[in-house]
């Protein structure tokens, strides 16, 4: 922390806006990542039956596919948009927590006539007891500190981004390898089909 000599005191009523719009971020992180992981979770449903729908249909295999791949690779640029929003939003925390940390010890309570009160900088208290206990650690690549768990909240759509494009990669992969099968069952088709008006 920059040791600022403050002449002035903040006033608590500043203090306290500023911490609830702190709490506003955490809670719209948390609120983006339950609609993003409702949408990545929609795709893979959406895909799961245009696969269905085009084994029952193989005269469709090449449009089922090239939907397939087109909605995966969508899916999977979507997930790092999410991780990115993840990695912002976590930063703007961490940036409002630390200007809290500055602004405790200087906040005014009260009317200002006992002038003995104290801040017990309950900010800069709790991170110390935290890397004491060593649950604190510095986030690699972003240069700040988080705890440990909290980047777990990155696994899922890192989860979700490597099947995309494990479906990106097989989707195809699969097509080409039984399309000698699918070709088969379209020429059976159009013979039992000629077969049949013909009679």
Known sequence: MDNIEYKMKV???EFKLFYDSTEKVTDRRLEANRW????????????ATIISWSIDKPEFLIMGLATIVLLAGMASLYCTLWIGQIRDLKELNNAKFSVLNEMAPF????DDSNKDIVSFKPFEKEWEALQKAKIAQEVNSMNIIALKSSNIEYLIPKVLRAMFILIIIA???EGWINHDKFKFDITHQI????????K
């Open 11 to 13: 006033a608590f009523d």
């Open 36 to 47: 993003n992981y409702s949408i990545c979770v929609a795709t893979l449903g959406a895909i």
């Open 107 to 110: 906040v005014a309570f009260g």
């Open 171 to 173: 989707a195809p992969i």
């Open 191 to 198: 013979t039992t089909r000629i077969e049949q008006v013909n």
